[in-house]
């Protein structure tokens, strides 16, 4: 499966967006799909992952209750809304694809080429 993400942009803080990850092909709905993000100089690391009917998500300590996943599968997309952001949020994010639901990055098969999410305080 390829990716795409989009929705990235400049934000104050308090703020809100809501990223987009596009996926190709007609096995959206047997990948659960996961959002990464990679600040300067860090580790790329886990924000949040959903399962492949939706039923299921998980959330980092540091986004749960100000970020939320969704996904469409009648749209191969996956949504990632996040409110309440913070400069520390400031990222490069990610939307990848993994054969199960997992917090770990190597888990996952497919990648999005990231969308850039800057935070201004």
């Known amino acids: 499966v390829q990716l795409q ?6 934000v104050q803080a308090g703020g809100f967006l809501r990223l987009s990850c596009a ?3 007609r096995t959206f ?7 990464f993000r990679q600040a300067p100089g860090k580790e790329r690391e886990f924000v949040a992952y959903i399962s492949r009917s939706g039923g299921s998500t998980y ?4 986004v749960k ?4 996943i969704s996904r469409d599968n009648a749209k191969n997309t996956v ?6 952001l913070k400069p ?4 490069v994010y990610y939307c990848a694809a993994s054969f199960t639901i997992t ?3 190597s888990d996952y098969v497919s990648w999005g080429q990231g969308t850039q999410v800057t935070v201004s305080s």
């Open 5 to 10: 993400a989009f929705g990235g942009g400049l």
């Open 23 to 25: 996926a190709s092909g």
């Open 29 to 35: 709905s047997s990948y659960a799909m996961g959002w």
């Open 59 to 62: 959330y980092a300590d540091s």
């Open 65 to 68: 209750g100000r970020f939320t």
């Open 79 to 84: 949504y990632l809304q996040m409110n309440s």
């Open 88 to 91: 520390e949020d400031t990222a």
């Open 103 to 105: 917090t770990t990055r």
